[in-house]
């Protein structure tokens, strides 16, 4: 019997024991908050398909650069990576005339870069940018039929794609309700873009791998509308044969309902499993909204990131968000978390309007009431984190 069959089958068991967790019955929100008003204002990538009985087995993979890096007196390295909520960018279909996203463009000389401007020192300081891509980047002209009834369906020019490879944003998550908005021919396409812009990608079925110092990072995601029962046997199972295969694993979820500001049974459930199984780090996102952090077994679950730049709303109730980041140490294939901080924000770089320029809170009231709600949102989990440290640990 393989070390690897035993592995499997120890996390089948697994994932047929539920979690016990507890819900309080109030959310707090930041819905009514009045915001400060700032003082203003060669890699080579493809695809490799192979054929295997692993869960692990379709790979989206990115190559490493030459270019060296300095490694930590002990002989491990240090590997600093970036979260973010949702990002969607272009126009939605089912909307007549300009979207008010190609407006703020064409205010900005028609500047795609200034999405991410507040954000970019932030991304290129670190080594691994991950967000969630929620939309399309395509050209096909019409979402499918079965799609006509939804009230949102995004779609960008592939060559909004300069967004993500200028500001260093190495790596996304497709695997979310919209990202599938112009069918199976919008989603190829999407996927070949990101590729050819040496993006790695990651959805259900195949892995996204980037390469960080020498370590092999893998990235899988999940959207859990309905699929509990099966997420709660596969997740375990794949997470478990990635973690064989590379060190650094980490695990998206896009998850819970819209506008909740804490996770559910179920959301608790899963992410622990996908712990439980071998995951470093597990990320939400999905209900526009903050959600608290939980810590367990030594790693992080971030159950939702909110939106980032968020181009379905003008003027959201709540625009608050964080950007979340985690450090390992990594040495030998063996992985150690460093801690994390996270870096309070606004969604827009206006109080008034949502110009999809998210910008970190300058003034200390921003921040006090973002951190008074996860922490107050966390009181309903097992394990929240005992603080919100806005720097890394020394």
């Not at 069959?5 to 967790?21: D, N, Q, R, T, Y």
């Not at 007549?96 to 401007?117: C, H, M, P, T, Y």
Request: proline fraction near 5%; include cysteine; aromatic fraction near 10%.
């Amino acid at each position: 019997m393989t070390k690897r069959f035993i592995i499997v089958i120890a996390f089948i068991l697994l994932a047929a024991i539920p979690v016990a967790c507890c819900q309080a019955d109030e959310e707090y929100s930041l819905g009514g908050i009045i915001y400060a008003t700032s003082d203003e204002e060669d890699v080579s990538t493809g695809l490799e398909d192979t054929a295997s009985d692993d869960p692990a087995s379709s790979l989206a993979i990115v190559t490493p650069s030459a270019a060296s890096f300095e490694t930590e007196p002990d002989g491990s390295v240090i590997i600093t990576v970036t979260a973010t909520g949702d990002v969607t960018i272009g126009s939605n279909y089912k909307s007549s005339g300009k979207s008010i996203f190609v407006k703020e463009l064409e205010r900005q000389k028609n500047d795609i870069n200034f999405a991410f401007k507040n954000f970019k020192d932030v991304f290129e300081a670190d080594d691994l940018t991950l967000i969630n891509f929620e939309g399309t980047l395509t050209t096909v002209a019409r979402p499918p039929a079965n799609k006509m009834n939804n009230d949102f369906l995004f779609r960008a020019p592939p060559e909004y794609v300069a967004l993500l490879s200028n500001n260093s944003v190495e790596a996304v998550t497709l695997e979310n309700n919209h990202a599938n908005d112009f069918g199976a021919e919008g989603l190829a396409e999407t996927k070949r873009t990101l590729t050819a812009a040496g993006v790695v990608y990651t959805c259900e079925g195949e892995i996204g791998v980037v390469t960080v110092k020498g370590v092999q990072v893998a990235l899988l995601a999940y959207q859990t509308f309905d699929a509990y029962d099966r997420l709660f046997t596969q997740v375990p199972l794949e997470v478990a044969a990635a973690k064989a295969r590379y060190p650094l694993v980490i695990v998206s979820f896009h998850w819970g309902r819209e506008l909740d500001y804490k996770p559910n049974a179920n959301q608790q459930r899963l992410g622990k499993s996908a712990i439980d199984a071998g995951a470093d780090l597990v990320l939400g996102h999905h209900s526009h909204r903050i959600n608290p952090i939980e810590e367990y077994n030594d790693k992080y679950i971030v159950y939702s990131l909110g939106n980032f730049s968020f181009a379905g709303n003008i003027k959201p109730s709540d625009m608050s968000t964080f950007v979340f980041q985690a450090r390992f140490r990594v040495k030998d294939d063996i992985v150690t978390g460093e801690g994390f901080r996270i870096i309070p924000a606004r969604i827009s770089s206006r109080t008034d309007t949502n110009d999809f320029t998210p910008t970190p809170y300058d003034k200390q009231v921003n921040i006090d009431s973002l951190l008074s709600v996860l922490q107050k949102n966390g009181a309903s989990l097992t394990n929240p984190v005992s603080e919100y440290p806005l720097v890394f640990p020394e």
